[in-house]
């Protein structure tokens, strides 16, 4: 580490001409990377409990708008100091974009230059005089990012560096021409809107240029970045700055309170709710016990699903990062995760999940899978290298569950399952060398014995058929009185499967439901639009087809289930899940399913000791 006490400065020495030239910040150029041999370097941490923090003197002048014009600004000296977590003076934590990777600026510290990125730069010009402090935290100059050992200690406490902070810094960019004015206007109604106090009719007059300046806030890259979501919610107040603009970060929420204007491009729309999204996580992880933060987002679910639910927009240069991000907001005592930088992107992976499920005692994971191979943000190699009981972190699965969360739960008002009596799932020690296998306790219950294609696509026949597209070969096959049976029993059980098991517990109910089909009239829906397609979409099944089991039960999989597929329970996961033998007596993980009479224990009839093994790969 350089030393803490200020060098002194000397304009005949080289290290003042870095000084000068390091700092330009205040008047952004290209640094040529011209005397490397002085460039800084950094010492290693003393002891674990030990963070960098960045010291800043002569800080007063910058601060100041009142120096006096005559006398010329003392430039800021910049130090490296290290302090215990358990003795940290009062520091500003930074959270910003890198944005391009090449560093092409350069940062004195203690007359010694560390080449840092243009938009740490541009956000270190601005930051004295919008926010002086004497110590700052910032990821790209306090952690030696060349050293992956002390990264992955660093993440590994990130979250009590950002708890500890005095605040955060939000740095989104430069001047956006209006922002301020429109915040100072928009604060207050959608306060009031969000505590109840009044209604939308505060922004049904608000044309498009008064929003803007917001949505072009929005559109910023800070808003698409994994980091951002613990760097914005463990500290104890939050700053957002665009150039000379700032705000808290709940007055931001508050601002963007106002309804869609239906004529903004699709792609902005896009934009601005993916970004939405990311604020309204924050606001309601950083403030849950607030009436306006009361929504299922709230609810607490899980740190798998903080994972996948927060990642609709989210990057990282580095896809470990992914899972790495968010640990700091990981507050179960039971799981324990390691960043560890040595490891390859699958290993990584496959060791979070490991730790989710030790910890958890449960499967529940498994309802993210299959991975989807076009949301996923990994190379392909990777993605195929994933066991097939690997979530891939990088991708947020949109393809629709069986099994809801917590937040989907409250947000469709229907009942959980529990197809394992609620037996847990009992961790293995894994076998040395085979990491990559899972193994999990259950017994066979059904195999899959015919696939129903033409259940989900009607539209594609002539008419409307009495039982959803099946044929009468395929209606039989499961009930040889349907055709003939005038309490139309094979047809609600068609509802229960189109839904999911959802129908007849949430809105609309089944007899609703074939009523509208009979009549051609979908629910809520626009005409043109077939029954069993609005469902599909309503419930997020699009991707589950219907199926037909070897004990003529119905059941919905995943387009990629074939006949011959185990229908299989799990100790630990609450409803059915398909598996495809492999050689070696392996199972590979082809997804959740629904079925028919299994859904809530009924298919579980043996005891916990008496259940098969199942090694998933």
Same mark, same amino acid.
């Given at each position: 580490?350089?030393?803490?006490?200020?060098?002194?400065?000397?304009?005949?020495?080289?290290?003042?001409?870095?000084?000068?030239?390091a700092?330009?910040?205040?008047?952004?150029? @290209?640094?040529d990377?011209t005397?490397?041999?002085?460039?800084?370097?950094?010492?290693?941490?003393? *002891?674990?409990?030990?963070?960098?923090?960045?010291?800043?003197?002569?800080?007063?002048?910058? +601060?100041?708008?009142?120096?006096?014009?005559?006398?010329?600004?003392?430039?800021?000296? %910049?130090?490296?100091?290290?302090? @215990?977590?358990?003795?940290?003076?009062?520091?500003?934590?930074?959270?910003?974009?890198?944005?391009?990777?090449?560093?092409?600026?350069?940062?004195?510290?203690?007359?010694?230059?560390? +080449?840092?990125?243009?938009?740490?730069?541009?956000?270190?010009?601005?930051?004295?005089?919008?926010?002086? !402090? /004497?110590?700052?935290?910032?990821?790209?100059?306090?952690?030696?990012?060349?050293?992956?050992?002390?990264? $992955?200690?660093? #993440?590994?406490?990130?979250?009590?560096?950002?708890?500890? $902070?005095?605040? #955060?810094?939000?740095?989104?960019?430069?001047?956006?021409?209006?922002?301020?004015l429109?915040?100072?206007?928009?604060?207050?109604?959608?306060?009031?809107?969000c /505590?109840?106090?009044?209604d939308?009719?505060?922004?049904?007059? =608000?044309?498009?240029?008064?929003?803007?300046?917001?949505?072009?806030?929005?559109?910023?890259?800070?808003?698409?970045?994994?980091?951002?979501?613990?760097?914005?919610?463990?500290?104890? +107040?939050?700053?957002?700055?665009?150039?000379?603009?700032?705000?808290?970060?709940?007055?931001?929420?508050?601002?963007?309170?106002?309804?869609?204007?239906?004529?903004?491009?699709?792609?902005?729309?896009?934009?601005?709710?993916?970004?939405?999204?990311?604020?309204?996580?924050?606001?309601?992880?950083?403030?849950?016990?607030?009436?306006?933060?009361?929504?299922?987002?709230?609810?607490?679910?899980?740190?798998?699903s903080?994972?996948?639910?927060?990642?609709?927009?989210?990057?990282?240069?580095?896809?470990?990062?992914?899972?790495?991000?968010?640990?700091?907001?990981?507050?179960?005592?039971?799981?324990?995760?390691?960043?560890?930088?040595?490891?390859?992107?699958?290993?990584a992976?496959?060791?979070?999940?490991?730790a989710?499920?030790?910890?958890?005692?449960?499967?529940?994971?498994?309802?993210? =899978?299959?991975?989807?191979?076009?949301a996923?943000? =990994?190379s392909?190699?990777?993605?195929?290298?994933?066991?097939?009981?690997?979530?891939?972190?990088?991708?947020?699965?949109?393809e629709?569950?069986?099994l809801?969360?917590?937040?989907?739960?409250?947000?469709?008002?229907?009942?959980?399952f529990d197809?394992?009596?609620?037996?847990?799932?009992?961790?293995?020690?894994?076998?040395?060398?085979?990491e990559?296998?899972?193994?999990?306790?259950?017994?066979?219950?059904?195999?899959?014995?015919?696939?129903?294609? $033409?259940?989900?696509?009607?539209?594609?026949?002539?008419?409307?058929?009495?039982?959803?597209?099946?044929?009468?070969?395929?209606?039989?096959?499961?009930?040889?009185?349907?055709?003939?049976?005038?309490?139309?029993? =094979?047809?609600?059980?068609?509802?229960?499967?189109?839904?999911?098991? !959802?129908?007849?517990?949430? @809105?609309?109910?089944?007899?609703?439901?074939?009523?509208? %089909?009979?009549?051609?009239?979908?629910? *809520?829906?626009r005409?043109?639009?077939?029954?069993?397609?609005?469902?599909?979409?309503?419930f997020?099944?699009?991707?589950?087809?219907?199926?037909?089991?070897?004990?003529?039960k119905?059941?919905?999989?995943?387009?990629?289930?074939?006949?011959?597929?185990?229908?299989?329970?799990l100790?630990?996961?609450?409803?059915?899940?398909?598996?495809?033998?492999?050689?070696?007596?392996?199972?590979?993980?082809?997804?959740? !399913?629904?079925?028919?009479?299994a859904?809530f224990?009924?298919?579980?009839?043996?005891?916990?000791?008496?259940?098969?093994?199942?090694?998933?790969v």
């Amino acid at each position: 580490m350089v030393s803490t006490e200020p060098t002194p400065r000397d304009a005949t020495t080289p290290g003042d001409a870095f000084h000068s030239l390091a700092f330009r910040h205040l008047d952004p150029e @290209p640094w040529d990377g011209t005397l490397q041999d002085r460039l800084f370097e950094y010492e290693p941490l003393t *002891l674990a409990g030990h963070i960098r923090l960045l010291k800043i003197n002569n800080l007063e002048p910058l +601060a100041s708008k009142n120096w006096p014009a005559s006398e010329p600004p003392r430039l800021p000296h %910049y130090e490296m100091v290290q302090v @215990p977590l358990n003795s940290l003076p009062t520091y500003t934590a930074l959270s910003y974009t890198w944005g391009h990777p090449t560093r092409t600026h350069a940062l004195p510290i203690s007359g010694a230059p560390l +080449a840092i990125t243009t938009s740490l730069a541009e956000a270190l010009r601005a930051l004295p005089r919008i926010a002086p !402090c /004497e110590y700052l935290w910032i990821d790209q100059v306090c952690i030696n990012q060349a050293d992956d050992n002390e990264k $992955s200690h660093q #993440v590994q406490i990130m979250g009590e560096i950002y708890s500890n $902070s005095h605040k #955060v810094i939000i740095w989104t960019g430069g001047e956006i021409q209006g922002l301020q004015l429109a915040v100072d206007a928009l604060i207050s109604p959608g306060r009031q809107i969000c /505590e109840g106090i009044s209604d939308l009719k505060a922004f049904y007059n =608000l044309s498009h240029a008064d929003v803007e300046p917001l949505w072009q806030l929005l559109e910023r890259p800070w808003f698409r970045r994994a980091w951002v979501i613990q760097e914005a919610v463990l500290p104890k +107040a939050a700053v957002v700055v665009a150039g000379s603009c700032q705000m808290a970060l709940e007055e931001l929420y508050w601002a963007t309170c106002w309804p869609m204007n239906t004529s903004v491009v699709i792609d902005r729309i896009r934009k601005f709710y993916a970004s939405k999204i990311v604020l309204d996580t924050i606001i309601c992880l950083k403030h849950p016990s607030k009436t306006y933060t009361s929504s299922y987002r709230t609810r607490d679910h899980g740190f798998d699903s903080l994972i996948i639910d927060s990642l609709a927009n989210s990057h990282t240069s580095d896809p470990r990062d992914h899972v790495y991000a968010f640990l700091g907001l990981q507050k179960d005592p039971n799981i324990f995760i390691v960043p560890d930088y040595s490891l390859s992107v699958i290993d990584a992976f496959t060791r979070v999940a490991s730790a989710v499920i030790k910890g958890t005692n449960s499967l529940e994971l498994l309802r993210f =899978l299959p991975n989807n191979p076009y949301a996923t943000q =990994l190379s392909d190699e990777d993605h195929t290298g994933l066991p097939s009981w690997v979530p891939d972190w990088s991708a947020r699965n949109e393809e629709g569950r069986i099994l809801r969360d917590q937040r989907s739960l409250a947000h469709r008002h229907t009942s959980n399952f529990d197809a394992a009596k609620g037996v847990p799932h009992h961790p293995d020690h894994p076998v040395p060398g085979e990491e990559s296998k899972l193994v999990a306790s259950g017994c066979i219950i059904d195999s899959i014995a015919g696939i129903f294609s $033409s259940a989900r696509n009607p539209e594609l026949r002539e008419g409307r058929p009495r039982f959803f597209g099946l044929t009468d070969e395929e209606v039989t096959a499961l009930d040889t009185t349907a055709l003939s049976d005038p309490t139309q029993k =094979l047809r609600k059980r068609l509802v229960a499967m189109l839904t999911g098991g !959802c129908v007849g517990v949430a @809105p609309p109910g089944v007899e609703e439901v074939l009523k509208c %089909y009979d009549e051609g009239q979908p629910p *809520l829906e626009r005409r043109e639009n077939p029954l069993t397609w609005f469902l599909a979409r309503k419930f997020d099944l699009l991707s589950f087809t219907p199926a037909r089991s070897e004990r003529k039960k119905l059941g919905l999989v995943r387009n990629t289930a074939c006949v011959g597929d185990l229908v299989v329970i799990l100790h630990g996961f609450q409803v059915p899940i398909v598996l495809r033998p492999t050689e070696g007596g392996n199972h590979v993980v082809v997804g959740q !399913c629904y079925l028919e009479d299994a859904m809530f224990g009924e298919a579980m009839t043996w005891k916990e000791d008496e259940a098969d093994e199942f090694t998933l790969v």
